[in-house]
């Protein structure tokens, strides 16, 4: 499954700290997310997906290799 | 009166085995204790070393005593830091946490019943196979304890969650 939470995060204008600080985890867990390290919990996503105003779908999205 | 015990126990697991489940519909681990813990985790285990090390050089009455003493407080120190909250206690931290359980587990038991059949055979190699298996009760405890209450959690988790 890849991401695109470093792309919402350069359109929203916030670095990997304050994005942190707005869903409630540390630091090092949004970059191993966006070094696709590991993979979120439903909560979280929804988080994101509330946050940067659009669909789960449109920050996560499952590959063939995931199927 | 049997009837009694039994129905007040059967209550007493039922309401232990809920708070379990709950913890774990959170996504808890287990109650952790303070992130502080963990440096007073260290000084304990640090603080038994070092008077293990003494009381090793002191050819005492109690020498044996406390040396074994200060081994399970080696053992207190070391589980106060397993149950220790990380400074950045966030999903991630509690999966990697869960991980570590698992395979401190597995890896832990596996490592201790290979060490007994090891050592048997290395004995039989050198024809000094001893009468009886030198089996230690507390070992037995131990790890009959682990399995026990994996199988049983692992029952109870699959009804409950």
Redesign the interface.
Same mark, same amino acid.
């Given at each position: 499954m890849k991401n695109t939470v470093h792309v919402q995060r350069a359109i929203h204008h916030m670095n990997q700290t304050e994005l942190a600080q707005a869903i409630? /985890?540390?630091r090092?867990?949004i970059s191993?997310i966006e070094k696709n390290r590991?993979v979120?919990?439903t /909560?979280?996503a929804l988080k994101m997906s509330r946050l940067f105003k659009v669909p789960v779908e449109d920050i996560f999205i499952l590959e063939e290799s995931d199927e | 009166m049997f009837v009694i015990i039994t129905n007040i126990l059967y209550a007493m697991k039922n309401s232990i085995l809920k708070k379990l489940c709950e913890f774990d519909k959170k996504?808890l681990v287990f109650p952790l204790l303070p992130a502080s813990i963990l440096w007073i985790g260290i000084g304990v285990c640090t603080f038994s070393i070092l008077t293990m090390t003494i009381v090793a050089a002191q050819a005492g009455d109690h020498a044996l005593f406390f040396k074994e003493l200060c081994m399970h407080f080696i053992l207190v120190g070391l589980f106060m830091m397993t149950l220790a909250k990380d400074k950045?206690e966030?999903?991630?931290?509690k999966?990697l946490r869960y991980r570590a359980f698992a395979f401190a587990f597995v890896l832990g038991t596996f490592t201790l019943l290979m060490m007994r059949i090891v050592v048997v055979t290395i004995n039989s190699i050198k024809d000094e196979l001893p009468q009886e298996w030198e089996y230690n009760q507390s070992f037995f405890f131990i790890i009959s304890s682990y399995l026990f209450y994996y199988l049983m959690y692992f029952q109870v988790f699959k009804k409950q969650l």
């Open positions: 409630g /985890v540390s090092q867990t191993s590991y979120p919990s /909560v979280l | 996504g950045h966030d999903e991630r931290i999966r």
